[in-house]
């Protein structure tokens, strides 16, 4: 069992910044790909990026790449989106979720309560 927790969000102007963190809990978190997803209002849970178990390996989806980092500490059982030249379209709540290295929600076991991006034009 792992449980997910968000923390960072907020309201941020256009150009801005936000860094998300998501603390897990269980020793197991280093054995899952810690993937990121957001979901607007009124639009389906969509794909944001995915870390490997390593760190090593990262994968974004195509609206945010040169934007967005996602990182882990597996030391910590923490991994993180740096998010920078926020737009308004990045808007939304954002999930942490534990599972297959993959850009399909389904694939994810284990997902966090979400926080709340809110990025004023």
């Known amino acids: 069992q792992v449980q997910l927790v968000e923390s960072g969000g907020g309201l941020v102007q256009a150009g801005g910044s936000l860094r998300l963190s998501c603390a897990a809990s269980?020793?197991?978190?280093?054995?899952?790909?810690m993937g990121w997803f957001r979901q607007a209002p009124g639009k389906e849970r969509e794909f944001v990026a995915v870390?490997?178990?390593?760190?090593?390996?990262?994968y974004y989806t195509h609206s945010v790449k040169g934007r967005f980092t996602i990182s882990r500490d597996n030391a910590k059982n923490t991994v993180y989106l740096q998010m920078n030249s926020l737009k308004p379209e990045d808007t939304g709540v954002y999930y942490c979720?534990?599972?297959?290295?993959?850009?399909?929600?389904?694939?994810?076991?284990?997902w966090g309560q979400g926080t709340q991006v809110t990025v004023s034009s």
């Open positions: 979720a534990a599972g297959a290295n993959s850009d399909d929600p389904d694939d994810y076991a284990y």
């Open positions: 870390i490997n178990l390593s760190g090593l390996g990262t």
């Open positions: 269980g020793r197991t978190f280093s054995s899952y790909a």
